[in-house]
């Protein structure tokens, strides 16, 4: 059977041919970094050391020269050359190989020497009070005043200077023979950085000075940072770049100069052309490793993978429901063959349950419960044991009580056909009360409609009678309101008389006192006592008057206190009247509403009575649809009783 490789997935095989091929090229990669790494530095410090070596040996040389030239101008000068005259000091300078020799004075004079040159200044003061002051001094290459490219050298002799010149490239001479690989070059300057001496003669020429021409040109920046360390007088290697290419350069001041500095450089990339040897050999020992380790890694993970795919695509089988296909032997000791011997054994194991189970299941289906598990089960699949026993003896109870409850149900189906016989009678009957109850409701209905029409003309005449009393009653307050005015103004009248009795009192009072006086007054006074006594029996009238008015006032004040009495009890009367005339009407229409309330209790009961008497038919027919079913649920009953009776019942477990 052919095994369909899932989409998407990626061998184990492949993996680790993949992990191994990326381990032993990353090592490798690694390997040769360091070793081009190692190898680049371990050049790079030999080339420092020899140049270091070359450049301490070829300034030892020119050291040696120089100081060969000073002790030959030193012998020179011993000879006492004040006095010579201009033949002999050029006989001595050709015998010494000089170009000149001259005897200058305190002030700088040239006082005898090479025809043309007497009477001249020297090229450099300073340097001629340094020999003045006992020293014996090189001067830097310059032009003089003929145009010669010279170098003077300068020693003391008997309160005068001996100079001697000698060519200007003779510094490039000492150093021509110098070598520094294929193209490197030795160099001096001078304390200004100006170029003195070079395997180049035309940067001596054009006295090449690069600390200068870096300020204008930033081109040189780079060797000018290098020079600008030469002429402090420090000794090391350092690298520049100069025409577009990366140098090494040794330096150190030359000893017995007049403040010159040595240089020794060489391009880097030709010193470190052996590094692309060895890069190279490098490059194929990293290539043929990485060829021979894929190989080994293709073998090893092939010796790993092939038994896993093996078994991998068993199990796909197996995913796919496959338990007779053959385990492939995998012949191996360690947890692949462990691997094997176990998907085998479980394979084998799952066969056996499968074949088991389905016999089970064949049983059952053929009706026999009385089966159960043959092969032993372990671990998990314990579950499964108890599984098909627990099923087949639930089954076979479920089974007995169905046969049992066939029987009851054969019994009681029948029990059932009588009784919905019955009730089919029974409901016709019904059907008919129910009948004559409608009928006597639909009256019922009609003399509660009778009854609420005419209380709700008691109502209207109560609600009638009931505005009469309101009418009654506001003339009874209107009334009541009178009488109570009269009984006020009855007060004001009696008050009133109160005050016709004071003035009447005052009066007799006033009278008394006139006839008294009038009495005092004699005859004078006669006519005045007759009017006192006139006013006098006035007061008494009209005092007396007073008495019988408030007297009458009185009387009449008590009336009116009991008409009001009376008409207030009148009133109160009729507001009782009102009142019960309101609770009347509000009971009147109380019943007016349970009348209504009732008519449509009774329509509703009539409503009910219709649908009991639907209902009583249903049932009646129901009953005789029961007693159908009833008759052939018997029938089934028996029916499933002789279905049973087909399966081998268990019921000893």
Same mark, same amino acid.
């Given at each position: ?114 025809? #043309? ?29 003929? #145009? ?16 001697? #010149? ?117 490059? #194929? ?369």
């Amino acid at each position: 059977m052919k095994i369909r490789k899932t989409k998407g997935t990626i061998s184990i095989r492949f993996k680790l041919i993949l992990f191994t091929g990326l381990l032993i090229l990353a090592l490798t990669a690694v390997n040769l970094i360091t070793s081009l790494f190692t190898s680049y530095q371990g050049i790079l410090k030999n080339v420092r050391d020899d140049l270091a070596s070359l450049g301490a040996v070829a300034n030892l040389a020119l050291s040696a020269k120089i100081q060969d030239l000073t002790d030959d101008l030193k012998d020179t000068a011993d000879m006492d050359l004040t006095s010579a005259s201009s033949p002999e000091l050029e006989t001595l300078a050709k015998k010494n190989g000089w170009l000149y020799l001259a005897v200058a004075d305190e002030s700088g004079i040239l006082r005898s020497g090479p025809g #043309g040159y007497e009477g001249d200044n020297i090229g450099s003061q300073d340097l001629l009070n340094k020999a003045l002051g006992g020293e014996t001094v090189i001067s830097s290459p310059f032009t003089d005043s003929k #145009g010669a490219f010279v170098i003077q050298m300068y020693t003391p002799m008997n309160g005068k200077v001996l100079i001697a #010149g000698i060519d200007g490239m003779y510094l490039s001479s000492l150093i021509r023979d110098f070598r520094v690989g294929k193209s490197g070059n030795i160099f001096i300057i001078d304390s200004q950085g100006t170029m003195i001496a070079n395997m180049r003669p035309e940067l001596v020429q054009e006295q090449r000075n690069f600390i200068e021409m870096s300020r204008t040109d930033s081109s040189y920046g780079s060797a000018a940072k290098v020079y600008s360390k030469m002429i402090t007088g420090a000794t090391g290697v350092d690298t520049y770049s100069y025409a577009g290419v990366k140098r090494i350069c040794y330096y150190s001041p030359v000893n017995g100069s007049n403040g010159w500095y040595f240089g020794a450089v060489a391009p880097i990339d030709e010193m470190t052309s052996s590094i692309r040897t060895v890069m190279y050999s490098l490059l #194929g020992t990293s290539l043929i490793m990485l060829t021979a380790g894929i190989l080994i890694a293709v073998l090893f993970a092939g010796g790993i993978a092939n038994p896993i795919i093996k078994i991998t695509n068993r199990m796909k089988l197996l995913s796919q429901g496959n338990l007779t296909e053959e385990t492939p032997k995998i012949k191996s000791r360690d947890e692949v063959g462990e691997l094997s011997s176990s998907i085998d054994s479980s394979i084998h194991t799952l066969f056996l349950y499968v074949e088991d189970i389905t016999r089970n299941m064949e049983q059952i289906a053929a009706g026999n419960l009385k089966t159960g598990p043959a092969q032993e089960y372990i671990g998990d699949f314990k579950r499964i044991e108890t599984a098909i026993y627990d099923s087949a003896k639930n089954l076979s109870a479920t089974l007995s009580l169905i046969h049992a409850a066939a029987e009851q149900v054969s019994t009681g189906s029948g029990q059932v056909a009588y009784g919905a016989q019955d009730l089919a009678a029974g409901s016709t009957e019904q059907a008919a009360s129910i009948e004559e109850l409608g009928a006597s409701a639909e009256k019922i209905a009609q003399q509660a409609f009778e009854n609420s029409s005419n209380v709700k003309m008691a109502a209207q005449y109560v609600e009638k009678t009931a505005a009469s009393v309101n009418d009654g009653d506001e003339h009874m307050s209107r009334l009541t309101e009178a009488m109570a005015d009269i009984s006020a103004a009855s007060d004001q009248i009696t008050s009133i008389t109160k005050v016709i009795e004071d003035i009447a009192f005052q009066t007799n009072i006033l009278a008394l006192n006139a006839a008294v006086e009038a009495a005092r007054a004699g005859d004078a006074g006669k006519g005045f006592a007759v009017v006192a006594d006139e006013v006098r029996n006035l007061a008494s009238k009209s005092s007396e008057a007073a008495k019988r008015t408030a007297e009458l006032i009185q009387h009449s004040a008590v009336t009116v206190a009991e008409g009001s009495q009376i008409t207030e009890q009148a009133a109160q009367v009729l507001r009782n009247i009102r009142e019960n005339a309101r609770n009347v009407n509000e009971s009147i229409v109380k019943i007016q509403q349970a009348s209504v309330e009732q008519a449509d209790a009774i329509e509703q009961i009539k409503i009910g009575l219709s649908q009991v008497s639907a209902v009583v038919q249903t049932n009646a027919a129901t009953a005789e649809e029961n007693s159908a079913t009833s008759q052939e649920m018997s029938a089934q009953a028996a029916t499933l009783r002789l279905e049973v009776e087909k399966f081998k019942l268990n019921m000893d477990r």
